[in-house]
């Protein structure tokens, strides 16, 4: 089963807006990282965040972690027409799995 | 980061036969790769660990029989889809952590491997 959902489903951008993503998780997790998934490729890694951290940063990302919640977002600032793909969280849990929210796919049109 | 590599990329079979996917960690040992299987407009499933020279432990629901996954060293983990039926058609993407901890806890992922299965 799905640990959680990310939302929105779909976000369609203009070239420059930030996009902002959301996930939510059902149980404890270790650390949360999040993907990138262009059609019919593979995941890329975009940012770990530990269970103990609140906030990251790299390059025009941001990601927030709040364990009370049980949430995380995804922050992509300046956004490019590149940016366009899904994105994906994943909380690991025991045995370093992971287990992924539904994603958003983000069109950022030129 | 790390690499991980899928072979072969896209399979088309006919119905009854048997495919082996390869993963493979290029720059780094895996004592754990994952595997995950990804329906069109879908998120990723995780169907099972795969765990270096143990049996690989595998997702609620994941027939075991039918999904084989051997690790037999630390840089490659195979899964074969016996007697696959067109229901199995499917993206099956890996995943390896790095056992070193060189690369952190981060998980990093294969490029994908298309099965249609006719």
């Known amino acids: 089963s799905q640990q959680g959902e990310e939302d929105p489903q779909a976000l369609s951008i203009q070239e420059g807006e930030n996009a902002t993503m959301n996930c939510s998780y059902k149980?404890?997790?270790?650390?949360l990282q999040w993907y990138r998934q262009n059609s019919g490729r593979g995941l890329v890694h975009l940012i770990l965040?530990?269970?103990?951290?609140r906030e990251k940063h790299s390059g025009r990302l941001r990601v927030t972690l709040d364990t009370s919640k049980k949430s995380s977002s995804l922050l992509i600032t300046a956004s490019r027409a590149a940016d366009t793909a899904s994105y994906f969280c994943?909380?690991?849990?025991?045995?370093?799995?992971?287990?992924f929210g539904e994603g958003t796919q983000l069109t950022v049109n030129p | 980061g790390a690499v991980v590599s899928q072979h072969p990329s896209w399979v088309i079979c006919k119905s009854g036969t048997s495919v082996k996917i390869e993963c493979r960690s290029l720059?780094?040992?895996?004592?754990?790769m994952f595997w995950y299987r990804q329906f069109p407009k879908q998120s990723l499933m995780l169907m099972a660990t795969?765990?270096?020279?143990?049996?690989?432990?595998?997702e609620q629901g994941v027939e075991k029989d039918k999904f084989l996954i051997n690790h037999a060293s630390l840089t490659l983990s195979t899964l074969t889809v016996t007697s696959a039926h067109p229901e199995d058609s499917s993206f099956y993407i890996c995943?390896?952590?790095?056992?070193?901890?060189?690369?952190?806890?981060?998980?990093?992922f294969g490029p994908g491997t298309r099965l249609t299965v006719l």
């Open positions: 994943g909380g690991e849990t025991s045995g370093s799995r992971l287990t």
């Open positions: 795969s765990n270096e020279g143990s049996k690989a432990t595998y």
């Open positions: 965040i530990r269970s103990n951290e």
């Open positions: 149980t404890s997790i270790n650390n």
């Open positions: 995943s390896a952590r790095d056992g070193s901890h060189r690369w952190g806890d981060t998980q990093y």
């Open positions: 720059d780094f040992q895996a004592t754990t």
